[in-house]
């Protein structure tokens, strides 16, 4: 699966989503979106949320060596590279890493570009249990 890594991922209201590294938690008055994520965050795209995730440690249940090694080498590719052809177990990795460390709206739109299948019969209100996620325990 190809995924551009530089994508943004949006909010429910179709804004860029967007994390703050000055502390700032709102635009100030008349400021644009633009200017307010140039004074005030960063974008939040595909690459930024994998890497993240990947890289997350859960002392609950960690994972074996040989674990750590293959979600450190994908966030290292994911990080160096626009375009990424993913396999359907870094497909899992990823999307199992974002079950656990990722709130529901980053879950939610990795999802939608993880397993955009899945997404659709999701929105259609049909059950799914996607060939790509594979169930946290």
């Not at 590294?21 to 140039?38: C, F, H, K, L, M």
């Not at 249940?61 to 052809?85: H, N, W, Y």
């Not at 929105?123 to 594979?134: A, W």
Request: glycine letters at 6%.
């Amino acid at each position: 699966m190809k995924i551009d890594t530089t994508q943004n991922l949006m909010s429910i209201d179709g804004l860029k989503v967007i994390q703050t590294v000055d502390g700032d938690t709102a635009p100030e008055e008349g400021e644009t979106q633009t200017v307010y994520i140039e004074r005030a965050g960063i974008d939040t795209t595909f690459r930024r949320v994998a890497v993240e995730v990947l890289l997350a440690t859960n002392a609950d249940k960690p994972d074996s060596g040989s674990t750590k090694l293959k979600k450190f080498v994908l966030a290292e590719r994911i990080q160096t590279m626009d375009q990424v052809d993913l396999a359907n177990n870094e497909v899992q990795l990823i999307q199992s890493a974002c079950d656990i460390f990722s709130n529901i709206l980053i879950c939610g739109r990795m999802t939608e570009i993880l397993d955009p299948e899945g997404y659709t019969k999701m929105q259609q209100g049909k059950e799914v249990e996607s060939e790509t996620k594979s169930p946290v325990k």
